[in-house]
């Protein structure tokens, strides 16, 4: 069973405030990656992480910020979060050869702005 | 751009019968193929994947997949289904080396008593 947690996993905040959302692995992985999930909608990427130090954007744009300064841990910031943030959340993580590994996702923080 | 066709949104299906979701990728290279499936209230996790070798690729729970080259398809079947496969169903492609996954809109699936 994947061992990635996401905390919290509801949140409900007024418009302005920073938040940061939680992503921790236990399974060592060196690639981390935080997906937006709308009802309809694909998954969209964006961020990912390689390794400690390394952040990447993903292909969707997006106003939140991550960091990555321990292996395990891959938070993502909203310095001011609006209603058009309001989305679920989802952290993953994986190990591999490029292109076939397997992802491990976390159980999501569904995020309401209001 | 690669892209990942899911035309079902919803798949109705009584328990204990067979049913197929249907995924058409868009890569015309070597590509990866991939179904995910996520529960109420729950990440998603792997069923099955397809890198090379046989083309018909068998996972977890009973389901498996069929890739074909011609079709562009990676259609995911289950002969019987029950009422736990109720969930929505993901297929993915990555033909891009790192990172490069491609999700589709899902497919929800409810297996009706």
């Known amino acids: 069973e994947a061992d990635i947690y996401q905390t919290p996993r509801y949140l409900v905040i007024g418009t302005g405030k920073k938040i940061t959302l939680e992503c921790s692995q236990t399974?060592?992985?060196?690639?981390m990656y935080w997906y937006q999930q709308d009802p309809g909608m694909e998954l969209h990427l964006i961020h990912y992480?390689?390794?400690?130090?390394?952040?990447e954007k993903g292909d969707l744009s997006s106003e939140s910020t991550v960091s990555r300064i321990r292996t395990e841990h891959f938070p993502l910031t909203l310095e001011s979060a609006r209603p058009s943030h309001t989305s679920q959340y989802l952290c993953?993580?994986?190990?591999?050869?490029?292109?076939?590994?397997?992802?491990?996702f976390g159980s999501g923080t569904q995020l309401s702005v209001l | 751009a690669q892209s990942v066709t899911q035309l079902d949104s919803q798949v109705p299906v009584f328990e204990e019968a067979p049913v197929e979701l249907r995924c058409n990728y868009s890569?015309?290279?070597?590509?990866?193929l991939f179904w995910y499936v996520q529960y109420p209230n729950q990440g998603l996790q792997l069923l099955l994947k397809?890198?090379?070798?046989?083309?018909l690729v068998k996972g977890i729970n009973g389901f498996e997949a069929e890739f074909n080259k011609s079709q562009t398809s990676f259609h995911l079947r289950k002969p019987s289904v029950h009422i736990s496969d109720t969930a929505e169903y993901f297929c993915?492609?990555?033909?891009?080396?790192?990172?490069?996954?491609?999700f589709g809109t899902g497919t929800k699936l409810q297996v009706i008593p």
């Open positions: 993953a993580s994986s190990a591999g050869l490029p292109g076939g590994e397997k992802l491990f």
């Open positions: 399974m060592g992985h060196d690639k």
């Open positions: 992480s390689y390794g400690v130090n390394s952040t």
């Open positions: 890569s015309s290279v070597s590509v990866y």
């Open positions: 397809y890198l090379s070798g046989s083309t």
């Open positions: 993915a492609e990555n033909s891009g080396g790192y990172q490069k996954v491609t």
